[in-house]
C-alpha cells in the first residue's frame, strides 16, 4: 500500500542526505594488486575476489515504526467492528462496535521524506 505522506513530511524537518553508490560508482571500482602478483600465475591462481551486493528491495516495509511515528501516517477513520477490532483494548480503551479508529503504518512509508535515512542508518 502506498500512503500519500506529503502532510505527513510537512510536520517534520528535512533530514540528512544519504549517499547511496550508482551505477556508476560500482564501475569505478578496481583491484590493485601488489607488485608481483601479476606475473606469477601461482599466485594469481590463489587469489579469491569476493564481492557483495546489497538492495535496498523491500527496505521500507521491513522495518517497524514506532507508534508515536505510526500517528503521522493514520488513513480514514473507520468503525472498529469494520475491522473486527469490537471488544479489544486500545491505547487503554476497550473498544466498542460503533467506536472509530485511524488504522496507521506498521512498517516505513515508502513517501515519507526519513525513510530512506532510517534505512541506511540501519534503525
Not at 473498544?95 to 513517501?111: E, F, M, T
Request: proline letters at 5%; aromatic letters at 12%.
Amino acid at each position: 500500500m502506498i500512503t500519500d505522506a506529503r502532510q505527513s513530511n510537512s510536520c517534520f524537518y528535512d533530514p540528512p542526505g544519504v549517499n547511496l553508490m550508482t551505477g556508476e560508482g560500482l564501475g569505478k571500482i578496481e583491484v590493485v594488486f601488489d607488485e608481483g602478483v601479476m606475473p606469477n600465475h601461482e599466485m594469481l591462481d590463489a587469489l579469491t575476489v569476493f564481492i557483495g551486493l546489497s538492495d535496498v528491495r523491500d527496505c521500507f516495509h521491513r522495518m517497524r515504526v514506532p507508534s508515536w511515528l505510526a500517528r503521522y501516517f493514520a488513513w480514514e477513520p473507520i468503525a472498529a467492528h469494520v475491522v473486527g477490532l469490537t471488544g479489544l483494548e486500545l491505547e487503554g480503551k476497550v473498544l466498542a462496535h460503533d467506536d472509530v479508529i485511524w488504522p496507521r503504518a506498521g512498517s516505513l512509508c515508502q513517501g515519507f521524506s526519513w525513510s530512506l535515512f532510517f534505512c541506511t542508518a540501519g534503525e
